[in-house]
């Protein structure tokens, strides 16, 4: 305990008792001088049981003693940091603690003011805030690998979406064809015929400017112009002579019916324009409607030209074929009357580059 010398001691003693934090005098031996209440509800050891112990006595491990001896060596000097109270049911305190020397004079040269506060509840905050975080981290990292792998599903059902389109579009596109193979078969023709047109409608069409998808959607439309042809009976279709006026308009019928098999969806909306109007002249005396200029669809004066090239390049029963010279003269005299003569100018274009002759598809 404290003897009459230590007066100044004394009255820190009275301070020290009145903090609301832990406080301990402790001299140059490292041996507790001295232990406020708080303290000693910290520790859980009443004073007699600390007053004149070694720090070490409360420490057993050799870290904490090389720690405290750390401490020691640095006496006369100000320090604060974290450490923690031994309690005597086992128990670790979290504490921040505070050393500064005495500069009173006398007996407290040779001692040393530590004041401690319990940090217990900040270091509780602290390890929820840091399980908190890792739980966050980890619902993040889980978020992350669920978005990467919807992207990928996402992407996957894109590519199969396309491939079944693909599938769907050729599908759709080969019903076309037998479609029109069937139609053409009453002819004689193989689907070579359909084909051509095909091919020389999509030229023609680029020609004057369409843009390559709608030039290729033309094509297809192209395809089903004579389909109207499968209620013509055989005997007219297949005639070699002149047609009486009942046969021909029976014949000329091919245009509306060819219209009328064909679905009212917007996909044949083209397809219809061509089977109606691809025998109408561009001045006007052509069949069903006698249509002229621009009143005929575009389609259906490209495939006008294009159906009557085809005609005259490959034999019929009362003709034989032509050659694409003077198939091309016919065409070219043609503008104007049976033709639109802007279409004749993209076929003068195509057959003067080779681009629309007959076996070049
Ligand atoms: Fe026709």
Known sequence: MLSDKEKPVRQLIGLMDA????????????????????????????????????FYDLYPSPQDRAYIDQRLQHFDETYEGEFYLPRTDGDRVPIIVSGRPLDCGGATAS?????????TRQKQAEERATEQYQTIATLSDTILEQAL???????????????RTAELHEANMEAIYMLAVASEAKDGDTGAHVRRIQHYAQALAREMGLAAPDAEQMGYSAILHDVGKMSVPDHILKKPGPLTDDERREMERHTVVGESILSLKPFFAQARDIARGHHENW???????????HAIPLAARIVHVADVYDALTHPRVYKPAWSVERAAGEIAAGGGTSFDPEVVRAFDALIGSARLLPDSR
Do not use: F, W
Request: aromatic share 2%; with cysteine.
């Open 111 to 119: 001692l040393r003011l530590l004041t401690i506060m319990d940090i």
């Open 149 to 163: 792998d919807l992207k990928h599903d996402k992407e996957h059902l894109e590519q199969r979406v396309r491939e």
């Open 19 to 54: 903090l609301h934090c832990g406080a301990a005098l402790v001299d140059r031996a490292g041996r507790i001088r001295h232990a406020n209440p708080r303290l000693c509800t910290m520790i859980g050891l009443p004073l007699g049981d600390l007053a004149g112990k070694d």
């Open 283 to 293: 001045d006007g005396s052509g069949y069903p409607d006698g249509r002229a200029g």
